[in-house]
């Protein structure tokens, strides 16, 4: 069974068809980069995928349970977490917080008015883990709000971590960042892969990126699936190198 | 850096936590002694309290939970006559007049923001103005029961009794102040205890970002309403003193302008610290004490306190002092 | 019986008039500027007083014309000096503003023209009622309402036929496009809101020749503007027309039958409509969030 | 809003400099223990703001222009007057809670309040409470001295009772029994059209009317509701601006050749702000600037004019007997012990300087209400003088229209 299905997902806003038709299946384990030119819809299905709004048509799986009129909320229960091409997070409060808010709604504790001894002593290990995962240890007490955009990044990926997801949806991780911060995501995206085993779904601008990391890439242009293969598939196909890789930056 | 050096790090900020509490239970537990001195009375420091109370409630949604409720006098006068009328009516026990109050405030709050929740921003504030409004005119038209315009008038607050204990609250002025505080003590402890939690820090995820918050799995909804329903019972809480206070219940009491002034009473405290709105309380109801005295042209010296404190103090009183105080 | 709830209903229109100035301004200013104008009917009260000040040396009709465009004038010095710079801040200070303005408003009115009420002498030709029958409809009546007809038909194809209209329609549905197709926003903004202040300034001439000018006189519209914006839909301009009609129709016959509850109908009308239809009788799905 | 009066300064300076002197005042509120005497301090509350403001305003002078001819005289009890003015902005809570901060923070030794009933009524509940002498200038309704009076609380204007029986049977005898009213749902309406009704049915008479909100600005649906039921007299009971936006649609509607119009009080400061045609009709006036002949009233009509420029009116009246018989009932008692005053005042006969009208003017033991003449007559556009725009057809005993202090269901108790 596949970690996620998406089965001739289909959105329109009035005339306009952003995403068209388009099916897509990840595997357990497996890290799938998305890409294609700006204006290829490639956030909109991220949203679709993610319950941002529901789709026109189509459906969307995961683990063969059909999520398709499932809120946000409700898809988060369910092991799904993401991030946002703009980074998300809670800039006043300090990167311990917010990763540590993560953590305790991923516990199921967003209702509690109160935690126990133990509880809370499980929630500190864990912010803590995941800090140390993210090597955001150094910045624990800073506020976020006020680390470099590549920290922030960081931040809000260990905020999805800390909600310990069976899919992790990252928009364009590397968005914005130097050369240096580039490196350093990259690296931490290997590691969660490699060593943590997360199923990963990224859209990536970054072709050096896409094609160090991705096991698999699905190329979407003008709404519409174009391509879907190996990285050595997609490099090699005349239609992903007339559409995109030709006339990429 | 080890695990040590986080505790350190976030240990620092919280050490002197307990400097800003002790200094205002301090001033409010010898308000008493001193008040005469500076040319206060009882019955404003006890009106202090209340404004303070419901402006902290207020703020529980405003500050904590990033949601601006213009409506708040609503429940606040809803409180006021759920123990005006208890007392009137029901029984002459001061603390189910205070309970009735609360749970007066607080249901409705918690029906209507079923109702409210989902709006967002500008609209919020403006359909809880609304919403509040109908309760101005239900007590305004409502004469038999009411007392419409003339407010509510006939009840008194009674001594307290516990077994053979009696504080008489009714006649003693200070016995009174110091039972406004207890109760305020309660509502201020609850809040606090609430806003430490995994579900306060939920609220201020929400404050903080909503997409963030919904992507999480918050149920922002969800959560913006529990947080009004929560406000609106300890504004009410409020309002069940303040009917104590005068013994006396009017229909100004749940008026939209009403809720003008508890925004800005938050607003001018800091609406981002605990107890900014207990400050902003306590220098609006000071101000508006002495300058109503002082001028025809009352309104005006409010309304420049408005705009000055938005164009000039955005941050409130606290939040100079804190942003003062942090390097 | 029916000739009274008849006699009502055409009453409630006229009254809805009133209303549906006020909301349209209000909607216009939040539709765009994200801004709840508190002070809105401080605005109407000023513009009856300029029209006091003004009659007796360009008359009734001058001051109709001249009175309107000077509050929009002091509507537009304020939002420049004062309300634009809290556009980007939280909603709460815009709402804090406005809110302060209010009362510095009509405190000046007080303090500059008493607080007695003031008459506003309209014409002769236009106090008497146009027949024994229809006695309710003053000759000043059906003038109000024609000027307020005339009023929302020029601002609609203002806001359809004009650059300027086109922009602000524009602007309120999708701000961030509009700026950055590159069209000053600012000036946008400052523009729109005075256009809302217009609105109000003529309604407070009309109300001024109807019941008189005192300090407060603007008080008693604004809470039926704003549901008249909340009824209709927000964002909706034709949906805060129908709003402040029906709010003003269901206010006079409320008075036939339970005159103290008058003013409690139109929020009862609310709370059914946000119950019914949380987006208003023509709301737009985009519009609330 | 203090304008504290200081002694021995004139009249005109004070007027004008009282805000100034109440500001530095308030910075230091012992300036005038330096002149070895500390004054007694009066609080009146009344709504500076609001609809009824004008009302208020002449409230107000009437009791400025008392305390300061009385610190001219000599003060009470050897002691000056300080007068403390506060808005209760036509709010009851607001009114409640002036009152509360004049006794707790300023001490008090008297409170005066208010031109609106409820507020007054209200207060009476704070005043009684805290034991403050209270009179009560120009709130109206019956229960303040009737069912709810208080040992502490007197009255100087009239009961609503008192005022519409003493016009019931005239505006029966000259229009008819048919009635409609328009009366503000507040506590003076309230009382006021239930002591209409109580007259009219007696005299076999029919009504209908509407209670409206007492600050209603639109009166039309109400106007043609009153012209569909066709009656003799419209009584328009409402009170200040209101009743002013009343008229002008009442004879922009061109009513007045249907029905009379006719109520309880219609004010000179009212009358002057309405049109001329609407300048009509038949009221009882309270009391009226032009007395011929009676002595005193020239003098206080001119005191008046003098500083505020204004005619006298009733409410001028109302708050200049106000100031005066607190001073009265504190010399009779030489005390300023509520106790001691109220019962001095008990049965207390006007002085002419101060009751300003023919007559015998006194506070009735049973209930504290001030028994004067009451005077009905017809509003018309001014004669000569612009105030003259009421000519008085009768004085009545106050005492004879106001029912008996059993029928209004004053029972006094003093506390033990």
Redesign the interface.
Known sequence: MNMLEVRNATKTFGSLVAVNGVSLSVAAGELRAIIGPNGAGKTTFFNLI?GFFPPTSGAILVEGQDITRLS??ER??LGM??T?QIT???????V??NV???V???SG???????GRDAAAT?RRAT?ET?GLCGL??K??RSVGELSHGDQRAA?IA?ALA?KPRLLLLDEPTAGMGEQETYQIAGLIRRLHKQSNYTIVLIEHDMRVVFNLADRITVLDQGALLADGTPQQISENPAVQAAYLGTAE | MSTTTIETVLKAPTERRWLPAAIVWVVLLSAPLWLPLVGGYTALASHVLVMGLVAMALNFLLGFTGVMSFGHAAYFGLGVYGAGLTLRYISNSTLLALLFGILLGGLVGTVLGALIARRRGVYFAMVTIAFGQIFYYIAYSWNSFTGGYDGLRGFSRQPLHFGPLVIDIQNNGTLFYYFVLAVFAICIGLMAFLLASPFGRTLIAVRENQRRARFLGIAVDRHIWLSFSISCYFAAAAGALYALLNNFADPMSLHYSLSGEIVIMAVMGGMRSFWGPLVGAAVFVILQDYISSMTENWMSCIGLLFVLVVMFFPRGLLGVLQRRGSP | MLQLVLFNVTNGLIIGAFYVLMALGVAMILNLSNVINFAHGNFLALGGYFAFVLTPYIGFWGALVVAPPLVAVIGYLIERVMIRRVYSRDPVYSLLLTFGLAFILQDACRYIWGTTGLPLTVPASLSQGISSELFFITGYRLFMMAIVAIAVIGLFAFLRYTRMGVRIRAGTLDLDTVAALGINVRLLRSFNFAVGIYLAGLAGVLAGGQIGLNPNMGDDLLMPAFIAVIVGGVGSLTGTLLGGLLIGVASALTTVFFPSAQEAVIYVIMAVVVLIRPRGLMGEEGMLT | MAYRILPAIGRRTLIKGGAALGALQVASPYIISARGEVPIKLGFIDPITGVLSALAASEVEGAKLAVANINASGGVLGRQLELLVEDSANDVGTGVQKARKLIDRDKVDGIFADVNSAIAYAIAGVTSEKGVFHIVPGGHTDPITGKDCKWNVFRICNTTTMDSAAISATLVKKFGKRWFFITPDYAYGQTLQEGFVKQLTAMGGTYEGDKLPINTVDFSATLIKAKAYKPDVLLNNMGGLAQINCMKQFTQFGMQKDMALGGALFELESITSVPPEAQTGWWTMEWWWNQPGVPHVAEFVAGIKKATNKPASARHWFGYVGVHSFKLAAEAAKSLEGIKMARALEGLVLPPEVALQPGKVFFRTGDHQLMPSIFTGEAHPPKGDPANVFTIAEAIAGETAGGTVAENGCKMTYPA
């Open positions: 993610t946000a909320q988060v229960k977490a993401r946002f998300e997070i809670f800039p006043e409060l300090t311990h917080e540590r808010i993560a305790e709604v991923g504790f967003a209702l509690r008015p109160w935690i929630v803590e800090l240890e150094s624990a007490g809000e905020m909600l």
